[in-house]
């Protein structure tokens, strides 16, 4: 199954979500593309007409449990990301469907209770 969470995959997603904090729940409207390949990330997001670009590495995928790939089951990997070039930082990115239903969760690893939730528009899986 660990197979599964290397390939190389685009999300698209239109519309995020706050998760902790004062704004908790709070739904944003966004263009945002998500991008894994060749154990790196790139997303290029549009949030209010402002352009934000958070890349990094892909150092371990902790959880890979899949029942069928982006239908039903979660990936959870350890990225070392930067967002717009700023000093990179340690975060935990959670892919995970349920019923068909895919959200990508990016928050701070150790978790401090702030996360940036999107939900799963479209995606293309390469290879």
């Known amino acids: 199954m660990q197979a599964q969470c290397?390939?190389?995959?685009?999300?698209?997603?239109?519309?995020?979500?706050q998760l902790g904090g004062e704004n908790d729940g709070k739904e944003i409207p966004i263009e945002a593309t998500l991008k894994f390949e060749n154990?790196?990330?790139?997303?290029?997001?549009?949030?209010?007409?402002?352009?934000?670009?958070?890349?990094?590495?892909?150092?371990?995928?902790?959880?890979?449990?899949?029942?069928?790939?982006?239908?039903n089951g979660k990936t959870e990997m350890k990225v070392n990301a930067s967002k717009d070039g700023e000093a990179p930082e340690d975060t935990i990115i959670v892919i995970?469907?349920?019923?068909?239903?895919?959200?990508?969760?990016?928050?701070?690893?150790?978790?401090?209770?702030n996360k940036l939730q999107f939900d799963i528009s479209e995606y293309t899986v390469e290879g």
């Open 96 to 113: 995970e469907s349920k019923n068909g239903k895919t959200t990508l969760t990016i928050g701070g690893d150790p978790n401090d209770g």
């Open 6 to 17: 290397d390939k190389n995959i685009t999300f698209k997603s239109e519309l995020a979500r």
């Open 39 to 71: 154990n790196k990330v790139e997303f290029n997001l549009l949030i209010q007409g402002t352009a934000v670009v958070i890349s990094g590495n892909i150092g371990k995928v902790t959880l890979c449990d899949w029942t069928a790939y982006l239908k």
